[in-house]
């Protein structure tokens, strides 16, 4: 559950957390190799007051300590809380009394400790509630900012100054991560180590940095997304103008379950995690090289206007890699104008390759270079550069990277380099990343660091639209369920087309008959030969026991209604036979059958599905699915994204299917399970798409009666 | 072409490149900055003997000079050569005829550089066969061997001593690598760079280290592969004993049309060289920074007998990053047995996590992680195991990685390790390696190098059989064949369908009418109703003029052929009619239509093509490919590989197809466009396979018309 969003905005509130005035350490202690010691120490640095409160002592390390934050003489405005788990509630309750709004619970022993610490946990959620309370944690290892050099964990590394904020749901990650980046130049703004969650989750997080000017980038470590619909909401807000950059991890089943061994989070779907991540427009790293490469070149690197990359190179070979790099990448290789390509054969050796990879051959020095360079930035196709260099005799590794700063300071250019060396290049390398040239020596992890640039260029050109409000009949649908509710059936079929015509989704011609005569006289309305079907919530697979017959004609009607019946009875002699649905036949043939469904994921809610019907959807697994509910333009991307979505384009010589009508009901279905919370599951199944639009053949779903 | 091995076998012969006992250096030189001069400082450090040549100077360097090799007073058995293009050919032979056997030519402007120097490298390879020389190059950056401290190049990198021998086809590559593995610890045995490989190629450097018992590991960047069918040959074999890791560079579009313009080789498709070094054995690397992972991984470790892999942490959240990664990987999470989860319950504190990842969570010191690791090393379960450390105040890194390299050393265990620290890690980070005990900081790298056992444990293990031989009649398949040669027609559609049945691969019962009464007769003995198709070879898509019926009944044979032959006519007035094909009607509901084919890969010959009909093929592209001739085993892989592959074993209700019938006819597909290289292209469409059996329908091929 998204906790402390929910009872006021705290985003602005937060900046305490990182840049509080005077902390309280709530269990300081003396004692070497404790974990109030060490926050002690880590706090010697801070630029504003540190007051230590422990009832047990009256110094600490030669400094005054108090019983507790409201003995302190001055107000205290971030209380770092290590007191053993049974009085932290109490320890967290006297500070909120003295004034404190602020409070790092580090303690362990809470939710993730069994129904005892869960207990503790809810206590907890209570003291932040009733006193408006920002607490991080339980379990955190605290919290760091380098605004005013505040650390306060318990962790062994402190973060060099940046403007990368950083939340992790692993404290022991946090040390790792900043440990690992201090080695490689890369500083950080704020750091949060998430612990529980219990009151301050991701959302939180992500608004408050959303608001700091001192942030460029927010980087996520997390298990588990807590309410993933706010967490997408707030994100996409952010993603407009703060890049989010995520490693989710428990992606896989292996990873999901130990996940939830780790943290004891009900893991959500993979799939809805995927959609919800995508539709929030966060940059989603698989690995933690991927995470700090995209951050690091997201942090130093502007975001240029267009996919197209210019390869200068001294290297055919490492200029081929390179290419198919970016091959596999969102970029794309710029095609150079003639006038770039007359430009650089002018510049340039006999030998040297002008066309994009441009290699200025293997005796080029830093002024060849350096030409190539200069020309292939001018050319309208280029957007971004990649500078690859192999070591040789005439090229001085030192001095080509002063170049390339230049040129990268003078256009603002988005370049990355690779110097292809090792002790050579290593000095060289350092330099250029320092002075905001993302430098590898591999090239794929150039591509890969320009190549997040383009993945938040699109992103940040999204335009957002709220989902379309249809005109819909709610109060038949609502009566629909209410129906189902009455008669204590948790599973629908047919019978609750209904539901489909209120939200105005085609349906074909019918009704449900409750006597062979009744059946007649439909058949006689609709015209032609019709479908008909058993209606019984209890036999749910009406094709097993022959209950679904199609072609009948007029003069048959009659007989065929009386076989379905005395089949259901046989079947199951007790179940509730409502009738038999008597509905005009759809040509199947003459369409494309394709499924559109829903169901609730429990971090983001509805989750929406489209595919093509049959092998596409159960053997091939060809399914789109987006969390609800959806704007035109995510389920225009839906019906686009499935791999057989030619055949609804009018692939293979057939006529294009209606897409807007697809779309159009994808949207509908949305709102419908958006406005009915009890529906668990649905599908369409089919809904034929024709080139003149869509009907809803047949229809299951689930309903929670307790809602 | 792949052209040395052609002329005699060589492999034992290439250890002199690599080990000499005295080189040459012709165009030997003095001048700062020249590749002469570079070469001869290159070979100061050569534990044999150094000649310089040189025609136009008496001494070099204030060392004695000769005016050709055959001058030098003790016999040469390594020339490297570095004389203008003009005179390459002419020094090569000089050499030869003085009694060299080895020759590495470091000039450019051969074939890379226009008709002119393509022209000189014709020269070049007639002058190696004539006098039957080993030549690496022309255009190499040359060549390296550390088991005498050979380096006989003109780069500014020397290599370490180790156990990987290295082929590129990028001389720059060759450098920037060099550079980088010293300086991370990683040794070579031999290194060459290939140059334009007018003589010596890939292939050659596979069999040569395949017989060397000091390459452990065989390492390549490759843009092309000349020979793919001998290549794939020698690498089926090498890898039986010696992993061979392969960059193969332009995998994408814009990547294959730079490798091209680079090295300006005809592209082979890049299916067929994913497919032909699947086959081959070869673990294929996507990036740089994959193939030294790998590199060291394979050089290191020995290979594990199972999958299974245990993770040892001391941090929840970095184990389930590891985790994920195995997830992704080739590798599974190994099961601990109940016996090592109470040993672990035994030994670890409260909190600590015996299911796999093992968490010893975050007061764990360096005798609890050993206490974890080798309780888990006892499991059956378990053949390879991660260990992550993240630094805490309690665990000396450089204490745990001794402890490491303990354990590894007493189990001869496959071991990686995760030190997820900066500059804290540094120390203890290199000493594993060195230890031969991968070490990273990101948890995906590690699994990474583990999974490349894996790949290769699984390469290994496969037992090559040689392609099954069918009985067939060559001679009728070579008249069919023959007959559309006599009639100048490379285009052959269903009046070649004798070609399948003389390699035994079904059709239905059928014949080709050429008069009306013809037809009726045949349409009589086939019984029932019968298909009817034009028989053009100028009419390629007979259903466009509605040149195919179905479903004719005998009555209405004569009027249908009359009608065929007309619309023909009507269609293209001078196109040759070779008659009516009156052919068995295939039920094709009753079955799945498939198609098998075969085209040609300008380097690996005959590709197999196989994949279901329809919009699976056209729409989905969901088929699988192999390199001809194929043996059962790849047959049954291509048949099960495909994503549509549930639906040929029976999903939705179906009843299985006849796979084996399937399996076998991939088989005589094979053998046949094995038997005739001049079918460049054949295609059975469909070929409908049903529970008992198949039978192609139609088919088309074209014909190569110069063979």
Redesign the interface.
């Given at each position: 559950m998204h906790g402390f969003a929910a009872v006021r905005d705290v985003s602005p509130g937060l900046r305490t957390l990182f840049s509080p005035d005077r902390v309280a350490v709530v269990g300081a202690s003396g004692k070497p190799?404790s974990v109030g010691r060490?926050i002690v120490e880590n706090l010697e640095g801070f630029e504003g007051d540190v007051a230590l409160v422990n009832p047990n002592r009256d110094r600490i390390l030669e400094r005054p300590c108090y019983p507790d934050v409201a003995s302190v003489p001055d107000p205290v405005d971030l209380a770092v809380v290590a007191v053993p788990p049974p009085v932290v509630a109490d320890a967290v309750r006297e500070a909120a009394t003295a004034g404190v709004g602020h409070v790092v619970v580090i303690t362990a022993g809470f939710g993730e400790?069994g129904p005892e610490g869960a207990k503790r946990e809810q206590e907890l959620r209570q003291v932040a509630e009733t006193h408006d309370l920002a607490v991080v944690g339980p379990n955190s290892l605290g919290v760091m900012g380098t605004g005013r050099s505040l650390n306060a964990t318990f962790?062994?590394?402190a973060p060099l100054p940046g403007s990368i904020s950083f939340m992790?749901?692993?404290?022991?990650?946090v040390?790792?991560a900043v440990?690992?980046?201090?080695?490689?130049g890369v500083g950080f703004r704020d750091v949060v180590s998430l612990g529980n969650k219990a009151v301050l989750d991701e959302t939180d997080f992500l608004r408050a940095w959303d608001d700091d000017p001192g942030t460029n980038v927010v980087l996520g470590?997390l298990?588990s997304i807590d309410g993933g619909r706010e967490f997408l909401e707030a994100a996409r807000e952010v993603t407009t103008e703060t890049p989010v950059v995520v490693?989710k991890?428990?992606?896989?089943?292996?990873?999901a379950?130990?996940?939830s061994?780790?943290?004891g989070a009900i893991a959500g779907s993979e799939r809805a995690y995927e959609a919800g991540l995508e539709q929030a427009g966060v940059v989603r790293a698989?690995?933690?090289?991927e995470l700090f490469d995209v951050a690091e070149s997201l942090d130093a690197l502007p975001v240029p206007d267009g996919n197209g990359v210019a390869i200068v190179t001294?290297?055919?070979?490492?200029?081929?890699?390179t290419?198919?790099?970016?091959?596999?990448s969102s970029l794309?290789?710029a095609a150079l104008s003639r006038e770039t390509r007359e430009a650089l054969t002018e510049a340039l050796p006999d030998?040297a390759?002008t066309?994009n990879?441009v290699?200025v051959i293997?005796d080029a020095d830093v002024d060849r270079f350096e030409t190539a360079l200069r020309t292939v930035v001018h050319d309208d196709a280029v957007d971004a550069v990649i500078v690859v260099a192999?070591?040789?005799?005439?090229l001085d590794f030192e001095s080509l990277a002063a170049t390339l700063e230049e040129v990268r300071d003078e256009f603002d250019l988005a370049l990355a380099s690779c110097l292809?060396?090792?002790?050579?290049?290593?000095a060289a390398g350092m330099a250029l990343s320092d002075a905001g040239v993302p430098s590898f020596?591999?090239?794929?992890?150039a591509v890969r660091s320009l190549d997040a640039l383009e993945r938040y260029r699109q992103v940040r050109e999204r335009t957002y639209r709220e989902p379309t409000e249809f005109d819909v009949d709610r109060e038949a649908a609502r009566a629909v369920l209410e129906r189902a509710a009455d008669r204590g059936t948790p599973r629908l079929g047919v019978e609750a087309m209904d539901l489909l015509d209120a939200y105005g989704i085609p349906t074909p011609d019918g009704t449900i008959a409750d006597s062979s005569a009744a059946a007649v006289s439909a058949a006689e309305r609709i015209g032609g030969p019709v479908v008909m079907k058993i209606v019984s919530p209890d036999i749910l697979h009406k094709s097993d026991i022959g209950g679904v017959r199609t072609d009948v004609a007029e003069a048959d009607v009659a007989d065929v209604y009386d076989d379905l019946v005395t089949r259901a009875r046989n079947y199951q002699p007790d179940a509730t036979v409502l009738g038999v649905q008597v509905q005009e036949q759809v040509d199947l043939d003459s369409g494309t059958e394709t499924i559109v469904g829903a169901n609730r994921d429990p971090q983001f809610g509805p989750l929406l599905l489209f595919g093509l019907g049959?092998?596409f959807v159960?053997?091939?697994e060809?399914t789109s699915v987006r969390v609800g509910p959806i704007s035109e333009r995510e389920a225009t991307e839906m019906v686009a994204e499935i791999?057989?979505a030619?055949?609804l384009r009018g692939?293979?010589g057939r006529e294009p299917v209606d897409r807007d009508a697809v779309v159009e009901t994808l949207q509908r279905l949305s709102q419908l399970v958006t406005d009915f919370p009890e529906i668990l599951e649905l599908d369409v199944n089919p809904l034929v798409a024709t080139p003149d639009g869509v009907v809803a053949v047949d229809l299951r779903l689930t309903v929670d009666q307790d809602q």
């Open positions: 190799g060490a400790a962790g062994p590394a992790s749901q692993s404290g022991a990650f040390t790792a440990d690992w980046a201090s080695d490689h470590y298990e490693v991890s428990g992606r896989t089943d292996a990873g379950q130990a996940a061994s780790h943290t698989e690995s933690v090289g001294n290297a055919g070979g490492p200029g081929v890699m290419t198919d790099a970016v091959g596999d794309s290789v030998g390759n066309h990879p290699d293997g192999c070591p040789t005799a005439v292809m060396g090792g002790a050579r290049a290593r020596f591999d090239p794929s992890r049959g092998v159960e053997v091939l060809d791999d057989a030619p055949l692939a293979r």
